[in-house]
């Protein structure tokens, strides 16, 4: 709970520095090995750097307890029924996690998204594949980290409900202990697919891996990379599910890979910049994307950086491929 009792969070969080040092040393050996092993390496400092984070979170967390004037008196916190005024106090805890959540949804994911592609290509032998599941691994627990996040936030935000109704709480911790734990069981009881399948974050992870290790195919639909389960949906509801998807970089109008891309807010169709603004000139016109009937507008169009950076990752993989064509031509 975000309103622990500072005495008792930092004894609690003290242990923690020595395991930190530890990595710090053991990064002094990984240096001499960089060159050798650049992908395991890039692993290791996201979780690092994941683990640093989080402590960083739990001292922020610690420095507005004591600064924020009105936080619940956590010291007897079990004897102060919980009322109107009190019990506002919930929501604004709710909202902390949910903010946590946020920004290791911005940070972290996007940084392990960024690391994929790049790890799939340095993929070389057992210790590159090992590397590459370690990576996936690292995106998984981030997606179970965020989802206990979710259940304190869940659990604060309930109690929170309870109170605004008119109800008065005088067990208010065993009840917020009991409730969290039924919420945080019921995520544990979930299968891998319904712990990730869906989750966006995930799904891009799995899309950038492929598509550096197949070029040019559909990925298959998601679940395809998580076993099935007791309690995952049967084989005649899995027929139904999406199809592979696939990303093209390659620009409606140009035909080549996309630079410096613009996208539709609307139809979500991506562009080279200069492309769209010449189509675009003159004023709206139906998106040249094929088969799309939306009108566009330069207004309707959106800088797309990640895009970006996928689609340079992209032309530099194709323009690699090419090379290595050609050189198995000259070796005939």
């Not at 109170?163 to 911790?173: A, L, N, R, S, T």
């Not at 891998?192 to 040019?216: L, N, T």
């Not at 139904?240 to 169709?269: A, F, R, W």
Request: hydrophobic content about 30%; glycine content about 6%.
């Amino acid at each position: 709970m975000p309103a622990a009792g500072t005495s008792r969070r930092r004894s609690r969080r003290e242990p923690v520095e020595e395991p930190v040092a530890e990595d710090q040393g053991a990064d002094a050996q990984e240096d001499i090995e960089e060159e050798e092993r650049p992908a395991r390496r890039s692993s290791k400092v996201v979780k690092k750097e994941v683990k640093s984070a989080r402590i960083k979170v739990d001292e922020s967390d610690d420095e507005k307890d004591e600064q924020v004037e009105g936080r619940i008196d956590v010291t007897n916190f079990k004897d102060q029924p919980l009322d109107v005024k009190e019990g506002t106090k919930l929501g604004g805890l709710a909202s902390d996690w949910a903010t946590m959540a946020k920004t290791l949804n911005s940070s972290a994911f996007n940084a392990l998204k960024e690391l994929a592609p790049s790890m799939a290509e340095a993929v070389d032998g057992d210790e590159g594949s090992k590397s590459l599941i370690e990576l996936e691994s690292t995106m998984r627990d981030l997606i179970d980290l965020e989802s206990e996040m979710g259940c304190y936030e869940k659990t604060l935000d309930e109690l929170h409900q309870l109170v605004i109704q008119g109800e008065k709480i005088d067990d208010v911790m065993s009840r917020y202990e009991e409730n969290l734990a039924a919420n945080i069981d019921e995520y544990k009881a979930k299968t891998s697919r319904q712990k990730y399948g869906k989750h966006q974050a995930y799904v891009d992870f799995r899309q950038r891996i492929f598509e550096v290790q197949q070029p040019g195919q559909a990925m298959p639909p998601i679940n395809d990379f998580l076993p099935k389960e007791d309690g995952d949906d049967s084989d005649d509801d899995d027929e139904i599910e999406i199809g592979g998807m696939t990303q093209d970089y390659k620009c409606p109008l140009t035909l080549t890979i996309l630079v410096n891309p613009l996208t539709s807010k609307h139809c979500h169709h991506s562009f080279s910049a200069e492309a769209i603004r010449d189509y675009l000139k003159r004023g709206p016109k139906t998106c040249p994307a094929a088969g799309c009937k939306q009108q566009l507008t330069l207004d309707d169009l959106e800088e797309d950086k990640d895009l970006a950076r996928r689609a340079q990752a992209a032309a530099r993989r194709e323009a690699r491929r090419e090379q290595d064509s050609d050189a198995d031509e000259v070796v005939e």
